[in-house]
């Protein structure tokens, strides 16, 4: 089943912040948003005008979540009365979720989203139901009582330790695993850090681990609006999707990074982090479509999926990471004698298939396309015989023992040893596996359109 995650908090018009920023957020890591919405707000990213409290439809909105989802993890962001923060406490018990809370009181533009005082009541009664809480600088002075303007890394520290203890208030919640994430606790001339700290002992006695993480400051003239949002609802998200408090905060952290570096400039200074899929992205998506549109509708292709199933990968054509790399989440499998996707196609979605490309690529920069196929002994005679189709044969009992323990050195390794032997990449590299390891074809190419061209030249042989 796909990762599932709830938000919590208020509509923006901008769409850059706000339940709307928390959809596009968990879409693009891959977890289907819920939605319920506290509040209406009347705000542009620099200019705020008010809000409608939603307090009285909330809980029959929960409501027809609840009753037929399984919902576990919740993003909690604007809270504009102490309704709404009796019921979402209601929910998180009654549910036993997981939430992560961003404490906004103020708007990136510049107005209250709750009523006066309503900090206070969240502190006491909300925050001890919370696993993760993500205040930015002026927040995390507000809740520890501590000047944090121009002070030192170990004030800033005892503030993250101060708001970690307000999650533990009750007996309850000793056994519970809790973190703060401190935005922005920190600068220098061209970095900012955030500061975590993760309670990783189960019981009274904390074990409380810091991690710091830094990124570049950007220079611009205005404000970016809904940044809180991204990032706390990217945590949510990485939580839905299985990952340890530590690794879902690590996680989101770097989604954080790389998609600040796409701003989107509106009227008035301005600015939305911009979360839409860039052009030469949902061209490498669609290529990744076209190749399976091609193969989904043949029982024929099923004779080609391996036991590790198939997987189609693309690259940017300036590939260098695993994340610049589409392939399909959980590969392509068999269902009623069909090939079928057990996911979506997503970048980052294969490390084994990306290794490939990116190892070719240091060779052949064209190369951007490669499938893993079942190996069948007499198709590849067949190939070898009838079609003008490049073959090379690895034997991977020859790999190096210190390689053969690493799957992404082994995949180094299987295209060093091609190259040597033929000079470039070839349409297919082929193997007969080794211990532990399935035999296995790997068809290569640049495009969608030369992938399909090859897998006709297969598909004939097949049918004969």
Not at 152 to 166: D, F, G, N, P
Not at 173 to 195: C, G, N, P, R, W
Not at 225 to 243: E, M, P, R, Y
Request: charged letters at 25%; proline letters at 4%; one cysteine or more.
């Amino acid at each position: 089943m796909k990762p599932i995650c709830l938000t919590i908090g208020g509509a923006d018009p901008t769409s850059g912040a706000g339940i709307q920023a928390d959809i596009r957020t968990f879409d693009r890591i891959g977890v289907h948003p819920f939605s319920v919405i506290t509040a209406l707000t009347y705000q542009t990213a620099t200019e705020f005008f008010g809000y409608n409290s939603l307090s009285d439809h909330l809980e029959k909105q929960l409501d027809s979540i609840f009753t037929e989802y399984p919902i576990k993890y919740v993003k909690i962001g604007m809270i504009p009365d102490a309704k709404t923060i009796d019921i979402i406490i209601e929910y998180i018990k009654e549910h036993n979720l997981s939430a992560v809370l961003d404490p906004v009181s103020v708007s990136s533009a510049g107005g209250r989203l709750s009523s006066e005082g309503l900090e206070l009541e969240i502190e006491r009664n909300l925050f001890p139901h919370i696993k993760i809480l993500t205040p930015n600088i002026d927040e995390a002075a507000y809740y520890s009582n501590l000047d944090l303007v121009n002070t030192t890394s170990e004030t800033i520290r005892r503030a993250a330790e101060i708001l970690l203890e307000k999650l533990y208030i009750t007996e309850k919640t000793y056994d519970v695993e809790k973190a703060i994430v401190l935005k922005s606790a920190a600068s220098t001339h061209d970095k900012l850090f955030d500061l975590a700290l993760i309670n990783t002992q189960i019981g009274e006695n904390m074990n409380k681990k810091f991690r710091i993480y830094s990124k570049n400051k950007i220079k611009f003239q205005g404000n970016v609006h809904g940044t809180g949002c991204v990032f706390s609802s990217a945590i949510a998200a990485f939580l839905a999707k299985g990952n340890s408090i530590e690794k879902a905060i690590t996680k989101a952290e770097g989604f954080f990074v790389s998609k600040f570096q796409n701003i989107l400039d509106l009227p008035e200074l301005g600015k939305i982090i911009d979360l839409t899929i860039p052009d030469e992205r949902i061209e490498v998506i669609n290529q990744i479509k076209e190749v399976y549109s091609f193969i989904s509708h043949s029982k024929n292709i099923s004779k080609l999926i391996p036991e590790v199933r198939m997987n189609i990968s693309c690259s940017l054509p300036n590939a260098t990471m695993p994340d610049e790399i589409a392939g399909i989440e959980g590969r392509i499998t068999i269902i009623n004698g069909y090939p079928h996707a057990s996911g979506e196609i997503k970048f980052g979605a294969s490390d084994h298939t990306a290794r490939l490309i990116l190892s070719a690529k240091k060779f052949e920069k064209s190369i951007n396309f490669v499938m893993n196929l079942k190996y069948i002994p007499d198709l590849i005679e067949s190939l070898q015989v009838k079609t003008d189709l490049k073959i090379v044969e690895i034997n991977r009992e020859k790999q190096p023992v210190n390689i053969k323990n690493k799957e992404f050195s082994t995949m180094d390794w299987l295209i060093k040893e091609t190259v040597e032997k033929k000079g470039k990449i070839p349409d297919i590299i082929w193997d007969k596996g080794s211990e532990g390891k399935e035999p296995m074809i790997r068809l290569f190419g640049k495009n969608s359109k030369e992938i399909i061209d090859k897998l006709k030249k297969i598909f004939l042989l097949l049918s004969i």
